[in-house]
């Protein structure tokens, strides 16, 4: 009877999640951090309840696409890089297979195979599908870390969505003269759980992540109220 691989192997690895927990961090962070801080030096510039709310809603949109676009082109540019390699590889394979199981063999030696085991195992990967034991042992490209433009573009955009309406919605809903303490406030308790989730998403410490991201959030409002208050005296 055949060994039960969920007994053999019950470690739950997190790496798969890289690059949506990636784009969907980034955006989120993004979101909140950019809209409350644009409306929060808005509001210490001495603007309209109304001139707030459309500087927010404003941001959000071009935000968010902005975040999509951003994410889309840089994950492109890498698939790219990855499409070209993986031909380069796939021309080296039918051009001269036995060098590349040569340089196959070698990369298995190098991590501690001995001679003839390395050239076994590079033979039966080769049989099996020798671009894929190159693209992933020669290359380092995996399935798992592959570079998925559509799926980053998306996550980036729903994720900078979802962080910066919180903070648009709360400027609408609340009094013009509060504005200044509950949008800083607001947004740090979600960068704060923002951070401790994805930390713990990805297997690291939730304190550290939450500090991380409020000690960065609260700087970039900070800022940016300095710079509104400037501003709008000199107004």
């Known amino acids: 009877m055949g060994a039960d691989l969920t007994t053999q192997h019950p470690e739950h690895h997190r790496i798969h999640r890289s690059g949506w ?3 969907a961090v980034l955006g989120a962070n993004d979101g909140i951090v950019s809209m409350a801080s644009l409306m929060v030096g808005v509001a210490a510039g001495g603007a309209s309840k109304a001139s707030i ?11 968010a696409m902005s975040m999509a676009a951003g994410e889309y082109v840089s994950v492109q540019s890498q698939a790219d890089t990855e499409r070209a390699d ?12 036995e060098e590349e199981m040569s340089e196959l063999a070698a990369i298995y030696r190098d991590r501690g195979l001995d001679d003839q085991l390395a050239d076994e195992v590079a033979r039966q990967l080769m049989e099996h599908d020798a671009l894929a034991a190159h693209a992933r042992d ?11 433009p559509f799926q980053a573009a998306l996550w980036s955009a729903l994720a900078f969505t979802g962080g910066a309406v919180i903070p648009v ?11 200044l303490w509950l949008v800083p406030v607001l947004a740090i308790v979600l960068l704060g759980a923002l951070g401790a989730i994805a930390a ?5 410490s939730p304190v550290r992540g939450a500090v991380r991201v409020c000690f960065w959030g609260s700087l970039a409002m900070g800022l940016t109220a300095a710079v509104g208050k400037l501003f709008g005296i000199s107004v």
């Open 21 to 23: 927990l990636r784009a």
């Open 169 to 179: 919605m709360a400027a609408s809903l609340a009094p013009v003269s509060s504005l």
């Open 86 to 97: 993986l031909k380069m590889e796939a021309d080296a394979l039918e051009n001269d297979r």
């Open 200 to 204: 713990v998403t990805g297997g690291a």
């Open 138 to 148: 020669e290359i380092g490209i995996s399935d798992a870390l592959s570079a998925r």
């Open 53 to 63: 709310v459309l500087a927010g809603t404003a941001g959000l949109v071009a935000g």
